[in-house]
């Protein structure tokens, strides 16, 4: 089973995402899949085939200002995470997505955390793989560096930036036909890198994190914690602090695992995945 790619118009912006849809009809919650920086909705097309033989219809899109969506102008988008909660809310309403099941992971993915504070009665269980969620976690310096006026105009044009922070962050080599495709937007157009570095320039870390991290003490719905135990930029232990205040939990920890883990253990993570939201809850 494969992934087919679509185009949708959101107000005025233009999404593109993936979809992996079940053979036959399913009553199964869709699963959303929401990457982080500088990735794109490519990272998920090893998971998602697998979702669809479960009869989980899989939605993976490019955040606008990344991959194939749309890359506004800072005048006419914030770039905050107030933003991206707004325009993912308008998303996941055009494709009349009632209740569902959110993964997230890596920095900006955060904002799915805070879209699924906010929207509760949306999701019906929640992924969070190798995801800043505490007040102690810390934009690295490998993405600091993009939002640096005059520094981060150059770093941000460069398609080789991809390259090293893909690798860089799973500790192991990514194939060149993916690398290829990750590097396209910045190749078309320098939008691609103005859109990171505003990005990256309101981040808001801080104020995000406290809302995820006073937010979730109150957080009921079933949660998965998939980790790279090798995250060279994320530790474990505000993981473990998170988790112990969740209900229904369970955390699995890839010891081999990066910062990217979907990239090279797409295998072991569709099995435990697939489990947890096949799995019936209490």
Known sequence: MTTSEHIIKVGSLQWFYREATPKRESDKPPVLLL???????????GLMPGLAEKGFRAIAPDWIGSGSSAKPDKRDFAYTPDAFVDVLAAFVDKLDLQYFSLVVQGFLASVGLQYA??????????????TPISTSAKLPWAMQQWGVPFMGDILTQDPLLVDRTLEKGCGYTIVDKDLDIYRQPFLKSSDVGRSLLATVQNLQMKQAMAEIETGFHQWTKPTLVVW??????????????????LKQVEVVQLEEGGHYPQEHWSGEINDTLQTFLRRQMI
Do not use: E
Not at 37 to 45: A, D, K
Not at 230 to 237: A, I, T, V
């Open 35 to 45: 990457h982080g920086l500088p990735s794109h909705s490519l990272c998920w097309t």
């Open 228 to 245: 790279g135990m090798k995250d060279r930029w994320l530790p474990f232990s505000p993981v473990q602090q998170f988790v112990d205040r």
């Open 117 to 130: 504070l906010r929207y509760p009665d949306k999701i019906d269980r929640l992924a969070i793989f190798n």
